[in-house]
T-cell receptor
Framework: DTGVSQDPRHKITKRGQNVTFRCDPISEHNRLYWYRQTLGQGPEFLTYFQNEAQLEKSRLLSDRFSAERPKGSFSTLEIQRTEQGDSAMYLC????????????FGPGTRLTVL | GIQVEQSPPDLILQEGANSTLRCNFSDSVNNLQWFHQNPWGQLINLFYIPSGTKQNGRLSATTVATERYSLLYISSSQTTDSGVYFCAVAGNTDKLIFGTGTRLQVFP
């Protein structure tokens, strides 16, 4: 069991550029989640998937953000036209799904928008 | 939505001391997890404990769901215990709602 992996671990970009992050969940975990964490705060929920279906999206997920999980395995999170306020740690988690909802987190992708 | 409050916000201990961290939540929950976030930002699972009591080495946790609180006990603290401890809960949906954390510093 290799755990949740995320790529890249760090990303520095200029304002206005697009960025894409990848998350590989624990194998056989049906549910995959994205969270965002800013300095000094706890993580905040962005969206989650049951297999390839996106079940819930937070109001934090503006129209510049899009997430996909096309084959029910890995997921991508894209941010278009990045803004300085997008600078944060983006965390991915996975869980087996009901009745076991314990979530396991990846190491995160730290985004810095200059 | 569910509100999660953690106390204390900061805790400074000498190695070997014991501590209790508290998590209060405002509504019934189907999931409650305790995490330790290390200096590199990795969230490490400590307990999945929507109710009851669990122990793992020097750490133990108790959740009293009817009274809407959970406690994390750390005994004989070590410098490697330093970091931020988060409580997170989920209600009817699967999304975790995190508290603001307790920052623990353990000095030798």
């Amino acid at each position: 069991d290799t755990g949740v992996s995320q790529d890249p671990r760090h990303k520095i970009t200029k304002r206005g550029q697009n960025v894409t992050f990848r998350c590989d969940p624990i194998s056989e975990h049906n549910r995959l989640y994205w969270y965002r964490q800013t300095l000094g705060q706890g993580p905040e929920f962005l969206t989650y998937f049951q297999n390839e279906a996106q079940l819930e999206k937070s109001r934090l997920l503006s129209d510049r953000f899009s997430a996909e999980r096309p084959k029910g395995s890995f997921s991508t999170l894209e941010i278009q036209r990045t803004e300085q306020g997008d600078s944060a740690m983006y965390l991915c988690a996975s869980s087996p799904g009901p009745p076991n909802n314990e979530q396991f987190f990846g190491p995160g992708t730290r985004l810095t928008v200059l | 939505g569910i509100q999660v409050e953690q106390s204390p916000p900061d805790l400074i201990l000498q190695e070997g001391a014991n501590s209790t961290l508290r998590c209060n939540f405002s509504d019934s929950v189907n999931n409650l997890q305790w995490f330790h976030q290390n200096p590199w930002g990795q969230l490490i699972n400590l307990f999945y404990i929507p109710s009851g009591t669990k122990q793992n080495g020097r750490l133990s946790a108790t959740t009293v769901a009817t009274e809407r609180y959970s406690l994390l006990y750390i005994s004989s603290s070590q410098t490697t215990d330093s970091g931020v401890y988060f409580c997170a809960v989920a209600g009817n949906t699967d999304k975790l709602i995190f508290g603001t954390g307790t920052r623990l510093q353990v000095f030798p």
